[in-house]
């Protein structure tokens, strides 16, 4: 068993290991957690709960989870005096996969995101965020039931890569005394500065983890989310780098919007994946107008967190929201929500989101049965009108539920 510094790992359970770049999952694996900020203990008790019901309902005493708590945010700052103990990153790289409550960042000012630094120091670099209708959800929208789409966000670059300087400080004085006597760019000298690094590589391996999803998902299409039309040099750049993986890795099993209209007249054949493009505002109203035109999308950092949110807030917003941050050996699985600190410690807040991501946790060590068994209880409690605050103020005639309370509805559904 692994040491570590600061934290005692379970004594029971076993680690998941990795064999020829799969994992291997024994029966009963330790699988790290971070409590989180804000709502996050309440959102983090409700979901292991479910999770545990789920595993024990579908796997009987053959299966089980063991939880190893880890720390970063205010918990480890008051344990130990840092945001995020190096363990916790030893930890995750250890046994593979991790559940993460959220983690407050302050806005303008302060520390820098301890959810962007734990992705680029682990180097998580596929943020995967399936967008899924469940019936009864109230939704802003005419035919939410259209929307199941998978956006990939590359997770590590882009002006998220933390490359800045305020203004007015000498790094920015002399970002803009260069830029200006050497390649003749004249920007205020009253501005802020930021980097945005757009890679091949990154680019690439981001591009090459959407194919593989759609290829093992039978998805129809993968498209491409940028803004090239501005920012032809990065995301123009991540357009054509994306392209190029597309034709020259799965050439075989793909075609383009121009093959499709000029080989085959139009009507896709059922062993080919469509791979084409989209301007990013654009984007915006075509996944208002034609989301069952969205299959799996794939775009810079940027641009996924914008269009993601937007996309949830189709299929009733990001309380029900699950994301995944993968690369090609971790898989650190987290709501796409915030901490949402007014509410810390009400037991009042919806859990979806975390115990959805908890589902795709199981599904990533291949636990498909006990992911199943969660997504049908939760949907059957949601059309049972037994919810949360957020959705019960949408619903005539719905019972509202606690945190946990919804949590225990959820595992009375299991069967």
Not at 210 to 230: C, D, F, P, Q, W
Not at 247 to 263: D, F, N, P, S, V
Request: glycine content about 8%; charged content about 25%.
């Amino acid at each position: 068993m692994v040491t570590f510094k600061k934290y005692s790992p379970p004594d029971k359970g076993e680690a998941i290991t990795l064999a020829d770049g799969k994992l291997e999952v024994p029966d009963n694996p330790i699988i790290p957690f971070i409590e989180g900020d804000g709502i996050g203990p309440d959102i983090m008790s409700t979901a292991r709960r479910v999770l545990d019901a789920a595993v024990k309902t579908t796997y009987g005493n053959k299966r089980s989870i063991v939880w190893f708590e880890i720390f970063a945010g205010s918990k480890a700052l008051k344990r130990f005096e840092e945001l995020i103990p190096e363990d916790t990153f030893e930890a995750i790289r250890h046994f593979h996969v991790a559940l993460k409550g959220p983690l407050s960042t302050p806005v303008g000012k302060g520390f820098r995101s301890l959810n962007v630094t734990t992705r680029q120091t682990l180097d998580l670099y596929a943020c995967v965020r399936p967008v899924r209708y469940i019936p009864g959800v109230p939704s802003p929208v005419k035919h939410p039931e259209k929307v199941d789409m998978v956006i990939f966000r590359e997770n590590t670059e882009d002006v998220y890569a933390g490359i800045e300087w305020p203004q007015g400080s000498k790094e920015a004085l002399r970002v803009i005394e260069v830029i200006g006597d050497e390649l003749n760019v004249k920007i205020p000298e009253d501005s802020g500065i930021g980097i945005k690094p757009i890679s091949i590589r990154r680019t690439k391996r981001l591009m090459r983890k959407a194919m593989e999803y759609a290829l093992i998902h039978k998805r129809r299409s993968v498209t491409i989310v940028h803004k090239g039309n501005i920012m032809k040099y990065t995301e123009g750049a991540f357009r054509n780098w994306a392209y190029e993986v597309a034709k020259e890795e799965y050439g075989h099993r793909t075609i383009t919007a121009k093959q499709l209209a000029e080989e085959y007249d139009g009507k896709q054949p059922e062993d080919k994946i469509l791979v084409n493009d989209k301007i990013a505002d654009d984007m915006f109203r075509f996944v208002l107008m034609r989301p069952e035109e969205c299959d799996v999308l794939v775009m810079p950092n940027l641009n996924g967190d914008y269009l993601s949110d937007a996309c949830n807030a189709q299929v009733g917003g990001i309380g029900v929201a699950p994301s995944a941050n993968i690369s090609d050996t971790m898989g650190l699985f987290e709501a796409a929500h915030g901490s949402a600190p007014k509410y810390a410690g009400q037991n009042k807040v919806n859990p979806s989101a975390l115990i959805l991501s908890g589902t795709m946790m199981l599904e990533h060590i291949g636990w498909d049965e006990a992911a199943g068994c969660v997504t049908s209880a939760i949907g059957k409690a949601i059309s049972q009108k037994k919810v949360t605050y957020d959705l019960a103020r949408q619903m005539e005639g719905a019972e509202e539920l606690s945190t946990s309370g919804f949590g225990d509805e959820v595992i009375k559904n299991m069967s």
